[in-house]
């Protein structure tokens, strides 16, 4: 009776790793694990038109869940941690949080990305940004895009 108690323990230990371990190699979160550059940007459902300067920024999400963001408009550069839950869509990225990113489009070539903020009087707008897949580099912690 022992053995059948104790391999039944086994095998429910077994099936929840098995559980844990399909979430870190979900496919879906992995496509965000790559480096992204700005397209477009709306604010409550009004494109936006983008500078070259604002076409520059760029994030970059590693394996670890640290991610590189570079805003050149600003000459800044950040290194956060992040995290993406693939099931309900949700980003966080540290340093903005409590800001909360909803994942509209996520595939290999696009990320559309959605969240809220309120202005200096207290009204809730809402904000949407494209990201096309890109190439960059890291030259001394800074992310960049390959020449």
């Known amino acids: 009776m022992k053995k059948i ?4 323990i086994l095998f429910a230990f077994l099936l929840i790793f098995i559980g844990c371990a399909s979430d870190i ?9 790559k480096s992204w550059q ?17 076409k520059g920024e760029l994030i970059y999400f590693t394996e670890k869940n640290v991610c590189y963001l570079y805003f050149p408009c ?18 966080n990225i540290s340093d903005f949080l409590p800001i909360t990113y909803y994942v509209q489009q996520l595939d290999d070539e696009n990320l559309k990305i959605k969240y ?5 009087i207290g009204n809730l707008n809402t904000f949407s940004k494209h990201y096309k897949s890109a190439q960059t580099e890291l030259i001394e912690g800074k992310l960049r895009t390959k020449e």
């Open 74 to 91: 600003d000459s800044v550069d950040l290194r956060s941690a992040w995290n993406y839950d693939a099931t309900s869509k949700i980003l």
């Open 25 to 33: 190699s979900d496919p879906t979160n992995n496509k965000i694990m």
């Open 116 to 120: 809220y903020e309120y202005d200096s």
């Open 38 to 54: 700005l397209e477009s940007m709306l604010e409550n459902n009004t494109i936006l038109p983008l500078t070259d300067c604002q």
């Open 5 to 8: 108690k104790t391999i039944f």
